[in-house]
């Protein structure tokens, strides 16, 4: 069975470019949740989606955009790139939403690298 | 007060030795905690998780969930430097919408 799927897996921008991450969730799973993994910072949540909709969001600014896609595969998008969003932007999926039942288990992707200079 | 608190460590152990990992949590409605490893430069993996109160075994883990006093704590016997990791603590929190909510980590070292 497939894991979580993430490209690209290394990126390079400057800053002001934009940039469009994807995730493939594991077969079956519905719900894609985005989070930010930098050193200062830990795993910052960024929103989640299940059946194209966006059930959550985190307290990001609105350069942070995501979406969701009938086969439940899900892009990021970061525009206006700064320096500061240089990062691990890791991927997740689940069965259900977060707040579905206690036994929704997060698997991750092994994460996009962001290096914006 | 950040809604999942961990300390950073590093915590160091010897080889063989129990390793016990702790993480606090502000939301009281919490329902749910995960225990996550990430190696470095890899991402996170799950260990295990509750949602009861009281122990939780799994082979060399045991979760334990105290709900009156908010904490999780994670413990690991016979400690092997290949446990050297960051441990992630994770809260299902109604508070911010049952998103689940990450703990910034504690680094463990076995030593050798």
């Known amino acids: 069975k497939a894991g979580v799927t993430q490209t690209p897996r290394y990126l390079i921008k400057t800053r002001g470019q934009q940039v469009t991450l994807s995730c493939s969730p594991i077969?079956?799973?519905?719900?894609v949740s985005w989070y930010q993994q930098t050193p200062g910072q830990g795993l910052q949540f960024l929103f989640e989606?299940?059946?194209?909709?966006?059930?959550n969001k985190g307290n990001f600014p609105g350069r942070f955009s995501g979406r969701q896609f009938s086969n439940s595969r899900s892009e990021m998008n970061v525009s206006t790139l700064e320096l500061g969003d240089s990062a691990l932007y890791l991927c997740?999926?689940?069965?259900?939403?977060?707040?579905?039942?206690?036994?929704?288990?997060?698997?991750f992707g092994a994460g996009s690298r962001l290096t914006v200079l | 007060q950040k809604e999942v608190e961990q300390n950073s460590g590093p915590l160091s152990v010897p080889e063989g030795a129990i390793a016990s990992l702790n993480c606090t949590y502000s939301?009281?409605?919490?329902?749910?905690f995960f225990w996550y490893r990430q190696y470095s430069g890899k991402s996170p993996e799950l260990i295990m998780f509750?949602?009861?109160?009281g122990d939780k075994e799994d082979g060399r883990f045991t979760a334990q969930l105290n709900k009156a006093s908010q904490y999780v704590s994670l413990l690991i016997r016979d400690s092997q430097p290949s446990d050297s990791a960051t441990y992630l603590c994770?809260?299902?929190?109604?508070?911010?919408?049952?998103?689940?909510?990450f703990g910034s980590g504690t680094r463990l070292l076995v030593r050798p």
């Open positions: 997740a999926s689940s069965l259900e939403p977060s707040g579905s039942s206690g036994a929704n288990v997060l698997t």
């Open positions: 077969s079956g799973h519905r719900s």
């Open positions: 989606y299940f059946s194209e909709t966006q059930r």
């Open positions: 939301d009281r409605g919490s329902q749910s």
């Open positions: 509750i949602y009861s109160n």
């Open positions: 994770a809260v299902n929190s109604r508070d911010s919408s049952y998103k689940l909510i």
